[in-house]
């Protein structure tokens, strides 16, 4: 069987950092399956190829099966994608994975009717018991999908994650042009090291996250995604059958490090990003890999870096950390507020913990890299200058993401209605007047066309989208971004007071016309 893995394109106004190894994992896992297997990185170069390349490049066999994935943000591209691939194979089997489907595959398929199956969640296994059945055809013996069938999307029951992700083949590194993302090493500018890299890899060694922050998904391989795509009564029939569903997993430190020397022996790396989503937050396994890391000898040719939460970034740690070679640790800050933190985002720490994180990892000479964010749902322009304020207080020029509701966020559930309420006018106008009524057909009709209105808006967290605040406008974050990247707290509240937004005391030194105010009640104007 001939098998074409799409990689769609990430980020074109960027230059490309990340390999695509979930469709390499899937790639290797079809070649043991003993077929022809082809992958198609359409994210690998800049400029991004052009629609006829991708036609061309499609067009070059004709495929019995074609698969693939991405994130809700690269929707835009990949249904323009899906509808080349069908016209030029209309008796292939199509297959959508990753994020871009998992949280609403019912609505994609609407959307892009040239899938035929959606994979939810977690793919491998089930991706290799497709290849196994794609001749008898007996979807519904398969473990967490969707499929059509007589114009119907048919459910079948939910898969358990993998409890032993060793078990999990390394991605076909051979189908990639990895000399293609080599060439952009130096992008990942987040350190010195990083930034004078020249043969850099992005790496995954957990799972999941033991957070919970509000505007966070993990591709529907954590409880938490579970619990929110099944309920709590199914999960935990599930935990009675399975075991547990964790809510993080992790590659062995042994897994990890045999794999990184594979690819150093092929490859001659120089630095590796470990792109978990939060490594610090298990202290000892930690520990376990840098002392593995060190008796390899590997930290005396490869550096590396990773993310984290604060509150885990002890000062031992951080030593540890910079003496196996970490050059830098990024931390999602999200936010200088407390207020915003516990309420908005969930995350549970705070700008104490966020403070002290960055001086344990300077103190250990490893680079701390934050991100934070504009625009949460109940953010005032105090809570900004909170958020501005800690950026003065470490003298860093940080420009926010702005807050996104992404698809299977908590943020997205809880102001669904909101959120396509600004994509079409008439929702907007009946969720200001409850008492006009529309039937149900009629109004599904509406929230279905907003729906992908809003994601084929989905871009990076740098762009608007849609937002979710209750207090500014689209046009207003985008001035305050602006403002708060350039740390002008005076812009900021003469903005406050044209939009007549009241700000704390506090700020009133540092406010332009508060001070004017002031000085006039003083010394009155004279004629």
Not at 1 to 10: G, R, S, T
Not at 136 to 159: A, H, L, M, Q, V
Not at 440 to 468: G, P, Q
């Amino acid at each position: 069987m001939k098998v074409l893995l799409i990689q769609p394109q990430v980020r074109i106004d960027q230059d490309p950092v990340d390999i695509p190894a979930g469709l390499g994992i899937m790639a290797s896992i079809a070649i043991e399956e003993g077929h022809q297997v082809a992958l198609l990185d359409l994210n690998v170069s800049r400029p991004i190829p052009t629609w006829q390349y991708i036609r061309d490049q499609i067009a070059v066999e004709k495929w019995d099966l074609i698969g693939i994935g991405g994130l809700s943000s690269m929707y835009k591209d990949i249904r323009k994608i899906l509808y080349i691939a069908r016209k030029l194979n209309p008796d292939a089997l199509i297959i959508g994975g990753g994020g871009f489907i998992t949280y609403m595959p019912d609505k994609i398929m609407k959307f892009s009717p040239e899938i035929d199956i959606a994979v939810l969640g977690e793919g491998e296994e089930t991706f290799r018991e497709l290849l196994q059945k794609f001749d008898s055809k007996n979807w519904n013996s398969i473990k967490g999908i969707c499929f059509r069938e007589d114009d119907k999307i048919i459910y079948t029951e939910p898969r358990p994650l993998i409890p032993d992700l060793d078990v999990i083949p390394y991605p076909a590194y051979d189908l990639m042009d990895m000399e293609g993302y080599f060439k952009y090493s130096g992008s990942f500018w987040n350190s010195i090291e990083s930034f004078m890299s020249k043969r850099r890899i992005n790496f995954q060694t957990e799972r999941g996250c033991p957070r919970q922050c509000t505007f966070c998904t993990h591709n529907g391989m954590n409880r938490w995604d579970q619990t929110a795509m099944l309920g709590k009564e199914k999960l935990k029939q599930m935990d009675d059958e399975y075991g547990f569903q964790p809510i993080t997993r992790f590659f062995s430190p042994d897994y990890v490090i045999n794999q990184i020397k594979y690819l150093d022996e092929k490859y001659d790396l120089d630095y590796v990003c470990i792109l978990d989503e939060n490594l610090t937050a298990f202290p000892k396994r930690v520990y376990e890999f840098c002392d593995k890391w060190m008796a390899e000898g590997l930290h005396k040719k490869i550096k590396l870096g990773t993310s984290g939460d604060s509150p885990s970034i002890k000062l031992d740690l951080a030593k540890r950390m910079k003496e196996a070679g970490f050059s830098m640790v990024s931390i999602g800050g999200e936010s200088g507020s407390d207020r915003i933190l516990k309420e908005d985002i969930g995350k549970g720490v705070t700008s104490a913990h966020n403070q002290q994180a960055v001086n344990n990892l300077m103190t250990a000479g490893i680079t701390p890299v934050m991100t934070f964010m504009v625009g949460n749902p109940t953010e005032t322009i105090d809570d900004v200058l909170e958020t501005v304020s800690f950026f003065k207080d470490n003298n860093v020029s940080i420009d926010p993401f702005i807050c996104t509701p992404f698809p299977g966020t908590k943020i997205f559930m809880d102001h669904q209605d909101f959120i396509l309420s600004q994509f079409d006018e008439k929702l907007k106008i009946l969720s200001e007047n409850p008492q006009i009524k529309i039937s149900e057909e009629k109004l599904k009709e509406w929230k279905d066309n907003a729906l992908e209105k809003f994601l084929v808006s989905l871009n990076n967290a740098t762009d608007l989208s849609a937002t979710v605040s209750q207090n500014f406008s689209h046009a207003d974050l985008i001035a305050i971004k602006y403002f708060m990247h350039n740390q002008d707290f005076k812009r900021l509240l003469k903005m406050a007071h044209s939009k007549n937004w009241s700000h704390d005391k506090k700020w009133n030194e540092t406010c332009p016309v508060c001070n004017a105010r002031e000085e006039l009640s003083i010394k009155p104007l004279t004629q």
